[in-house]
């Protein structure tokens, strides 16, 4: 499905999507738009079989910010496929990105994170975070961190991080008494608290987290 949303000026949105979907072929697209001075904050969680999911975001007012953190599950044989970009179309703006990425068993997970500075647009701030978790041998999680700059006044920087939870963090956690699947969603929920601190909602926070843990 497709869904668009505009940002008037000066206006404070606060967005979460929480992507369950039982399908072999499924196509989520989301359009956002920030005007002068709007602020948007956007989280999406996608533990949805196999997805092909698109975040993308214009700011194309003085001032406008978005704050996106989208995370992706993936387990047993699925395979997800999230591109979240940013463009900015106005002087002032901010945009900040955090995406994560964990893979269970065979899953895979691709995360494409762009930004997207156009000519002019002086003072623009980009900044982008790829995080990528595998917790077997089989599972794939592939982070493409992506900057385009057409202005040279401007302030931007990218990362991106992919790994196996360490070995001996798992140990000393067993040797407290817990069974390496408790241990693994208590290390894997203390990376994603940053994204879970964003939710207000206490019963849709408890439902983001427990979808979250039953893809663990």
Do not use: C, W
Not at 88 to 97: E, S
């Amino acid at each position: 499905y497709k869904f668009s949303l505009l940002a008037k000026a000066n206006s404070q949105v606060k967005y979460l999507l929480v992507s369950e979907l039982e399908s072999k072929k499924a196509l989520l697209e989301h359009y956002f738009t920030a005007e002068r001075d709007a602020k948007l904050n956007l989280i999406g969680g996608f533990v949805s079989d196999v997805i092909d999911a698109k975040m993308h975001v214009d700011l194309i007012g003085d001032g406008a910010e978005v704050k996106m953190r989208a995370v992706a599950i993936s387990s047993d044989h699925n395979v997800q496929n999230i591109d979240v970009l940013i463009v900015h179309k106005a002087p002032n703006t901010f945009g900040d990105m955090t995406n994560i990425g964990i893979a269970n068993k065979q899953g895979k997970i691709v995360l494409n994170g762009v930004e997207k500075i156009e000519k002019g647009m002086k003072h623009a701030n980009a900044f982008q975070t790829l995080k990528g978790i595998i917790t077997s041998d089989e599972a794939v999680v592939e982070v493409n961190p992506i900057l385009l700059i057409d202005e040279y006044d401007v302030k931007a920087g990218h990362g991106a991080t992919i790994g196996k939870i360490e070995e001996d963090v798992l140990y000393y956690l067993r040797s407290r008494g817990l069974t390496l699947a408790e241990a693994e969603k208590l290390i894997i929920n203390g990376f994603l608290r940053p994204v879970i601190d964003e939710i207000d909602d206490e019963p849709l926070k408890e439902r983001f987290v427990s979808v979250v843990n039953s893809r663990i």
